[in-house]
T-cell receptor, first 109, second 116 residues
Framework: GQNIDQPTEMTATEGAIVQINCTYQ??????LFWYQQHAGEAPTFLSY??LDGLEEKGRFSSFLSRSKGYSYLLLKELQMKDSASYLC??????????WGAGTKLIIKP | GAVVSQHPSWVICKSGTSVKIECRSL??????MFWYRQFPKQSLMLMAT?????????EQGVEKDKFLINHASLTLSTLTVTSAHPEDSSFYIC????????????FGPGTRLTVT
């Protein structure tokens, strides 16, 4: 079966750095997405990785290791508005998005 | 990024009635549209995938006769919840994608359905 694992919840302090991990086992791989979802809102795109390595975009960076079936989302200089759920999703061999359950990130002052 | 709209943003209906939700891609042609349902504090659950001009592909456990999906054009897909019941109350989100967008999905703002 296909499986994506990410922690259910994480807590971090404003101004700090947090890393949200995602491991996956899917039938094929055509890329991995990270989405941010605030409560009661639809997900918004953060990043897309298809090659190994680190992609940096402002305060957010995403890393991928295809051989390990592993990705992480790194958030720097945390702000209160970063409190949200972060969803990891993998595009499988049928070009379908397989979603993780999401990681709820709580930012404390 | 591409813009996807959804209408209505929220709706309250009585049990037994039907509700139609529209999903539009405003500035690009969406060859594929996806419909998701999300219950509180849970992740997105894919309900169905529809390609323009063809029948939708429903995920296991989703009743196709209850959740009618029409994708008549490259910019519009509709989801009709027929004979709604309180357990259908949920957050329904559509997304649109095309192969030219690296399989990224652009999400609509969602529709909050409450069935009383």
């Amino acid at each position: 079966g296909q499986n994506i694992d990410q922690p259910t919840e994480m807590t971090a302090t404003e101004g700090a750095i947090v890393q949200i991990n995602c491991t996956y086992q899917t039938s094929g791989f055509n890329g991995l997405f990270w989405y941010q979802q605030h409560a009661g809102e639809a997900p918004t795109f953060l990043s897309y990785n298809v090659l190994d390595g680190l992609e940096e975009k402002g305060r957010f960076s995403s890393f991928l290791s295809r051989s390990k079936g592993y990705s992480y989302l790194l958030l720097k200089e945390l702000q209160m508005k970063d409190s949200a759920s972060y969803l990891c999703a993998v595009v499988d061999s049928n070009y379908q998005l397989i979603w993780g359950a999401g990681t709820k990130l709580i930012i404390k002052p | 990024g591409a813009v996807v709209s959804q209408h209505p943003s929220w709706v309250i209906c009585k049990s037994g009635t039907s509700v139609k939700i529209e999903c539009r891609s405003l500035d690009f042609q969406a060859t594929t549209m996806f419909w998701y349902r999300q219950f509180p504090k849970q992740s997105l659950m894919l309900m169905a995938t529809s390609n323009e001009g063809s029948k939708a592909t429903y995920e296991q456990g989703v009743e196709k006769d209850k959740f009618l999906i029409n994708h008549a054009s490259l910019t519009l897909s509709t989801l009709t919840v027929t004979s709604a019941h309180p357990e259908d109350s949920s957050f329904y989100i559509c997304s649109a994608g095309s192969v030219t967008s690296d399989y990224e999905q652009y999400f609509g703002p969602g529709t909050r359905l409450t069935v009383t």
